[in-house]
């Protein structure tokens, strides 16, 4: 199927890894045109490279962190400059912290907050002018199966990832009437770095190895495994073409059935 991606300029901001780099390389293998950005230079350099070299079509890039007051902006000026305009926006920056309740601080609180919430509203934010000069314009933000069936554990990012459903909600109403989709998509335990690091640490203070506690994870998901960041990437990459434009305000999870509500 065409998801009608040829010249359309797209902007995902956390792409030097994980989802966000396995929805920049779908992106550039439809025939989008695609910026890259996250915070590490080298990083963000390598997968812009990495993506030229498996598509031919190498992405621009840029160095950005969307957690600091004006580093939304900033990018977003990079964009300007670059295209003067913007068709889809994709922020899969986030992430949790595992903790009990009474161990997270205040600033534990807020950071998370800042890393998952904030830097949404402000890449949104951001992006808006551009967005309306735009064709069909759609946000994808990256939520997390946990806003629907909150994790043991991991309470912050239980609290700030709903926060996204209702953000996602709201912006979409705000902005359909200018043609403006907004919608999210919400991962189950996904096999990123973000995974393999909690895995190895987990596994340091048991004393078992990491695919140890990767299978015990697994075992918890009815289709018995975790998912790839291109199983995520596939539902990303499809809210974000002209093909979803009567979806707008959904959060879809895309989590090997993990979270079992009816909603
Ligand atoms: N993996 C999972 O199991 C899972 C489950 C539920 C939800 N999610 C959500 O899915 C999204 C993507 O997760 P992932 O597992 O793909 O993460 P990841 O592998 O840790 O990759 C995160 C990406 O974001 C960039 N980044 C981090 N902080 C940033 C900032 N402040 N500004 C700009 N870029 C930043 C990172 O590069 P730099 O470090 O160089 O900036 C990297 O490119 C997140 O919202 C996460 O909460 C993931």
Redesign the pocket.
Known sequence: MDLGFQGRRVLV??????????TAELLAQDGAEVMI????PA??AA?AERIGAATGRRPAHAV?????ED?ADRLLAEVASRWGALDALV??????IRSGFEALSDADWIGNYT??VL?AVRVVRASLPLLRKGRAPSVVL?????SRMPYPNQVV?NVH?AGLLGLTKTLAGEYAAEGIRVNCV??????????TDRAAKMAAERNVTAEAVIAEFAHEIPLGR??A?EE?AAMVVWLSSPRAGYVTGQTVNVDGGIARGLL
């Open positions: 901001v956390g792409a030097s890894a994980g989802i966000g780099f396995a950005a996250s915070r590490d990083g963000i997968a950005a962190d969307i957690t600091t580093g922020d899969a920056v986030g992430g949790s890393f998952n830097s990256l939520g997390a199966a946990a990012s990832k919400a991962p189950g335990r996904t096999l990123t770095r973000l995974w975790f998912g960041p995520v």
